[in-house]
Nanobody, 125 residues
Framework: QVQLAESGGGLVQAGGSHGLSCTAS????????MGWFRQAPGKEREFVAA???????RFFADSVKGRFTISRDDANTVYLHMNSLKPEDTAIYYC???????????????????WGQGAQVTVSS
């Protein structure tokens, strides 16, 4: 059974930095894009960042471009490092895995097969 577990959620001051990690278990995902999404209270879930299977391509939402980075260190772990955090970055952050292997373009949200339970990140002003 595939499971994704996010860790690193917490409370951060505006302007600070914070990191999240996500590890998948149950099978190997070395050939799949891994991504991060977030959902703020009262809002729809939105894309944040994604990294392709090879790590050769990274995609970011305009709202986080230049502030967030994404990386992966093996087949099943992905990281999101967040800098210059703003109160509007407050959300539950979810990691997810693409359903199509060997994809080099950014997957649509609907293409992600597996999702984690989420990690709360709260940015105080």
């Amino acid at each position: 059974q595939v499971q994704l577990a996010e860790s690193g959620g917490g409370l951060v001051q505006a302007g600070g930095s914070h990191g999240l990690s996500c590890t998948a278990s149950g099978r190997t995902f070395s050939s799949y894009t891994m991504g991060w999404f977030r959902q703020a209270p009262g809002k729809e879930r939105e894309f944040v960042a994604a990294i392709t299977w090879s790590g050769g391509s990274r995609f970011f939402a305009d709202s986080v471009k230049g502030r967030f980075t994404i990386s992966r260190d093996d087949a099943n772990t992905v990281y999101l490092h967040m800098n210059s955090l703003k109160p509007e970055d407050t959300a539950i952050y979810y990691c997810a895995i693409d359903s199509i292997p060997w994809r080099n373009s950014m997957p649509p949200m609907g293409a992600y097969d597996y999702w984690g339970q989420g990690a709360q990140v709260t940015v105080s002003s």
